[in-house]
């Protein structure tokens, strides 16, 4: 069983910057990938990042390459996403989610069993 209680959510203008957070609490975080997904209003949930259980490996949806961060802390049970260069269209609700499957790494938001309850994020231009 896994908690996750995300963080560091709000408003932000356009190109500015938020770092996420997600608290998490069960031992199946230090084996499990992590992963970030949004859902903007009207639309289906989307992929945006994951890291694998050591860090090691990492991915992110093309719309985010090169301006969003993930990464984890496996000692304060935390993962993270930077986001800097924010756009209005990366305005959702962001959730964090911990991957079924221990020691495997996917995108897809069917293989994830635990999720946090969403923050909102707001960029305006």
């Known amino acids: 069983q896994v908690q996750l209680v995300e963080s560091g959510g709000g408003l932000v203008l356009a190109g500015g910057s938020l770092r996420l957070s997600c608290a998490a609490s069960?031992?199946?975080?230090?084996?499990?990938?992590m992963g970030w997904f949004r859902q903007a209003p009207g639309k289906e949930r989307e992929f945006v990042a994951v890291?694998?259980?050591?860090?090691?490996?990492?991915s992110y949806a093309d719309s985010v390459k090169g301006r969003f961060t993930i990464s984890r802390d496996n000692v304060k049970n935390t993962v993270y996403l930077q986001m800097n260069s924010l756009k209005p269209e990366d305005t959702a609700v962001y959730y964090c989610?911990?991957?079924?499957?221990?020691?495997?790494?996917?995108?897809?938001?069917?293989?994830?069993?635990?999720w946090g309850q969403g923050i909102q994020v707001t960029v305006s231009s």
């Open positions: 989610a911990a991957d079924r499957t221990s020691h495997a790494i996917h995108l897809a938001p069917s293989q994830y069993e635990y």
């Open positions: 069960g031992r199946a975080f230090r084996t499990n990938a």
């Open positions: 890291i694998s259980w050591s860090g090691g490996s990492t």
